[in-house]
């Protein structure tokens, strides 16, 4: 009589048609909506910073991963294309081309490669680019060019504040939020991208088709952005219901500055973010928290790059610790 033994091999046990490359191309297809308003509001700028952080990523990768990491280039798998529009996504359309090289450099070469590549690293490339634009040159990265004004024109040099700057400055000064709205466009231009900002940043129509598009495509759940924003939300609403003359109220805040873009396309980094649906929706409401912190009490208007960076840190620990049952587990009952 044979004996027979059951091989059981390591996870993952489930297949799918999913790869990397295909999720990635996904992924780069949700941010077309955005890119394409994007370049019609700012024109040409936009444009060009875009495919120059774009080719300027391929290019350090290709280079890092073939003679340095001595791997095979893994430049086609599109995750370098999406470092590269996301860097565009947070800077002006008005940077200058060293600087957008030098982020590309920094993000691929530090944020990215110096851990071994994709699937390695700790902390999203594209925001740790960005992070080091704007700490070592906040002029540049402060710059915003005017929507309209500069479409069609090159690197166009007519400027104005954000409306987060506009409204972190006057309730600095002591200027009632209600006097302050007087010079921020209506709620619908802010929503279809009649403001200053960043490049990705400035359309949260577009940005939203892009995050039904990737849930359509089970490319990322709801858990993170849903947690993210509605903690925003509800810690804005409290202070706005608290003093609506010191406090912005909260839909503002969700459809200004990165919150869409942080929740939507950087939040839900899969190397970043947390594997379980527990660790996801506690991942996104540190990251809201730690927004609202920095964007009502600190110095910076804005604070997203950063609450997503300081929530990569604790991922690590959040997946050894926020697990799944095992199966047959006795505490299972």
Same mark, same amino acid.
């Given at each position: 009589?044979? #004996?027979?033994?059951?091989?059981?091999?390591?996870?993952?046990?489930?297949?799918?048609?999913? #790869?990397?490359?295909?999720?990635?191309?996904?992924?780069?297809?949700?941010?077309?909506?955005?890119?394409?308003?994007?370049?019609?509001?700012?024109?040409?700028?936009?444009?060009?910073?875009?495919?120059?952080?774009?080719?300027?990523?391929?290019?350090?990768?290709?280079?890092?991963?073939?003679?340095?990491?001595?791997?095979?280039?893994?430049?086609?798998?599109?995750?370098?294309?999406?470092?590269?529009?996301?860097?565009?996504?947070?800077?002006?359309?008005?940077?200058?081309?060293?600087?957008?090289?030098?982020?590309?450099?920094?993000?691929?070469?530090?944020?990215?490669?110096?851990?071994?590549?994709?699937?390695?690293?700790?902390?999203?490339?594209?925001?740790?680019?960005?992070?080091?634009?704007?700490?070592?040159?906040?002029?540049?990265?402060?710059?915003?060019?005017?929507?309209?004004?500069?479409?069609?024109?090159?690197?166009?040099?007519?400027?104005?504040?954000?409306?987060?700057?506009?409204?972190?400055?006057?309730?600095?000064?002591?200027?009632?939020?209600?006097?302050?709205?007087?010079?921020?466009?209506?709620?619908?231009?802010?929503?279809?991208?009649?403001?200053?900002?960043?490049?990705?940043?400035?359309?949260?129509?577009?940005?939203?088709?892009?995050?039904?598009?990737?849930?359509?495509?089970?490319?990322?759940?709801?858990?993170?952005?849903?947690?993210?924003?509605?903690?925003?939300?509800?810690?804005?609403?409290?202070?706005?219901?608290?003093?609506?003359?010191?406090?912005?109220?909260?839909?503002?805040?969700?459809?200004?500055?990165?919150?869409?873009?942080?929740?939507?396309?950087?939040?839900?980094?899969?190397?970043?973010?947390?594997?379980?649906?527990?660790?996801?929706?506690?991942?996104?409401?540190?990251?809201?928290?730690? #927004?609202?912190?920095?964007?009502?009490?600190?110095?910076?208007?804005?604070?997203?790059?950063?609450?997503?960076?300081?929530?990569?840190?604790?991922?690590?620990?959040?997946?050894?610790?926020?697990?799944?049952?095992?199966?047959?587990?006795?505490?299972?009952?």
């Amino acid at each position: 009589m044979s #004996t027979q033994f059951l091989t059981v091999s390591p996870s993952p046990h489930i297949h799918s048609e999913e #790869t990397v490359k295909k999720l990635m191309y996904g992924v780069i297809i949700a941010m077309l909506p955005a890119l394409a308003i994007s370049f019609f509001v700012f024109g040409i700028g936009a444009i060009y910073v875009t495919l120059l952080s774009v080719l300027s990523c391929v290019i350090v990768e290709y280079m890092l991963t073939r003679y340095v990491l001595k791997k095979e280039s893994t430049i086609m798998d599109g995750s370098a294309i999406i470092t590269g529009i996301l860097i565009a996504f947070n800077v002006p359309s008005s940077l200058p081309w060293w600087a957008v090289v030098l982020g590309s450099i920094v993000a691929i070469g530090v944020g990215k490669s110096a851990f071994g590549g994709l699937g390695n690293n700790p902390f999203n490339p594209a925001l740790v680019g960005r992070v080091f634009l704007l700490v070592s040159f906040p002029v540049q990265m402060t710059s915003w060019p005017v929507p309209f004004i500069s479409r069609f024109q090159f690197m166009d040099a007519t400027t104005g504040a954000t409306p987060l700057a506009v409204i972190k400055e006057g309730i600095d000064a002591g200027i009632p939020v209600s006097e302050l709205m007087k010079e921020i466009p209506s709620y619908l231009n802010l929503f279809l991208g009649g403001l200053g900002g960043s490049i990705g940043e400035i359309s949260a129509i577009g940005l939203f088709i892009g995050f039904l598009y990737m849930l359509w495509k089970k490319i990322i759940t709801w858990h993170t952005p849903i947690a993210m924003l509605g903690t925003v939300f509800v810690f804005t609403g409290i202070l706005w219901l608290m003093n609506p003359d010191k406090y912005i109220d909260p839909v503002f805040h969700l459809i200004t500055g990165g919150v869409l873009l942080g929740a939507f396309f950087m939040a839900t980094d899969y190397v970043t973010s947390p594997m379980t649906t527990k660790g996801m929706l506690i991942y996104g409401v540190g990251i809201g928290f730690i #927004t609202v912190v920095i964007r009502v009490f600190g110095s910076y208007p804005e604070g997203v790059s950063f609450a997503i960076l300081i929530m990569n840190g604790f991922v690590p620990i959040m997946n050894k610790y926020i697990k799944p049952k095992r199966f047959g587990n006795k505490k299972n009952g």
